[in-house]
C-alpha cells in the first residue's frame, strides 16, 4: 500500500557535511544545560557535577549558518549560546563513555539561540523551556565536519564575537562533562543514532542580539561560523 498525504511531507532539516557532496539529515536535537562552569554560575546554578540536564529542540528549528537569522517574534532579549555540536552516526544506547566516541560521526560550531526572557518566564513558573529554546531558526549550525578528518573534539577555543568584539570565550577542555561522558549519559534514556545532534552547552558570557548584528562563531579545529541577524 503506499501512503499518500493530505499535504505534501515537510522537507527533511539537514546540514552540509564539509568536503561531502551529501548532507546529514536531522531526526532530533539534543542540548546539554549549564555544561561550563563559568556559564552555569553566570545563570545562578551550582557549578559541581551534578547529571548533566537537557532539553530539546524542533529538528525544523535548523537554521544554517551564512544564511541570514531573521530575528524571531515575541521576544525583546534574543540571546547567543555558542557550543560544539556532536553529529552521532551509528546507533548508542547505553554505552559506556570508553565506547561512546565510536558513535560520533563528527562536529560543527552552533548557536542555541534563545529567547532568554520567554526561557527566564518558564524558569520563574517552573514550565517547560520550549518557548525560549525551540522556535524557527534557533539551532544555528555550520558545515559538520567528520571526525575522521578533524578527529575527536576534546579541547580547544571556543569563541563568539559580536560586530567584532570578543563576548563568549572558553576552552571546549572547561566542560563539565566532556563529549563521550554526555553521549553515554544521554543513550541510557534514548536510542541515539544517525540525525541525532548534541549541542553540548556554552561558555560563560551570553548576551543578547539585535536585528544589524553580525555573529562570528569560531572552534579550534572547525573554523568560523557568521550570522548575520535581520
Ligand atoms: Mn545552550
Not at 522537507?11 to 552555569?40: E, L, T
Not at 534557533?138 to 563576548?167: E, F
Request: charged share 20%; net charge negative; glycine share 10%.
Amino acid at each position: 500500500m503506499t501512503a499518500t498525504y493530505r499535504f505534501p511531507p515537510p522537507p527533511i532539516p539537514a546540514v552540509p557535511v564539509r568536503g561531502s557532496s551529501s548532507s546529514y539529515a536531522v531526526r532530533r536535537i539534543f542540548c546539554v544545560g549549564r555544561n561550563y562552569a563559568d556559564h552555569a554560575r553566570e545563570m545562578g546554578g551550582d557549578p559541581n557535577r551534578e547529571p548533566p540536564f537537557y532539553f530539546t529542540k524542533s529538528p525544523d528549528s535548523i537554521h544554517l549558518a551564512g544564511i541570514d537569522l531573521p530575528y524571531p517574534p515575541a521576544t525583546k532579549n534574543f540571546h547567543h549560546e555558542m557550543e560544539l555540536v556532536v553529529a552521532i552516526g551509528a546507533g548508542a544506547h547505553d554505552v559506556a563513555s570508553t565506547a561512546a566516541l565510536d558513535a560520533v560521526f563528527g562536529y560543527a560550531v552552533g548557536l542555541d539561540m534563545t529567547r532568554r526572557d520567554l526561557q527566564n518566564d518558564a524558569k520563574e513558573k517552573g514550565r517547560p523551556w520550549d518557548l525560549g529554546k525551540s522556535f524557527e531558526h534557533a539551532a544555528v549550525i555550520g558545515d559538520i565536519v567528520q571526525a575522521t578528518i578533524c578527529g575527536h573534539l576534546a579541547a580547544g577555543a571556543i569563541t563568539l564575537s559580536v560586530n567584532g568584539a570578543v563576548k563568549q570565550t572558553g576552552d571546549l577542555a572547561d566542560m563539565v562533562w566532556n563529549v563521550p561522558e554526555l553521549v553515554a549519559h544521554l543513550s541510557a534514556f534514548y536510542h541515539l543514532g544517525p540525525g541525532d545532534l548534541i549541542y553540548t552547552g556554552t561558555p560563560a558570557g551570553v548576551g543578547a542580539v539585535v536585528r544589524g548584528d553580525r555573529m562570528t562563531g569560531s572552534i579550534a579545529g572547525l573554523g568560523d561560523i557568521h550570522v548575520a541577524v535581520v
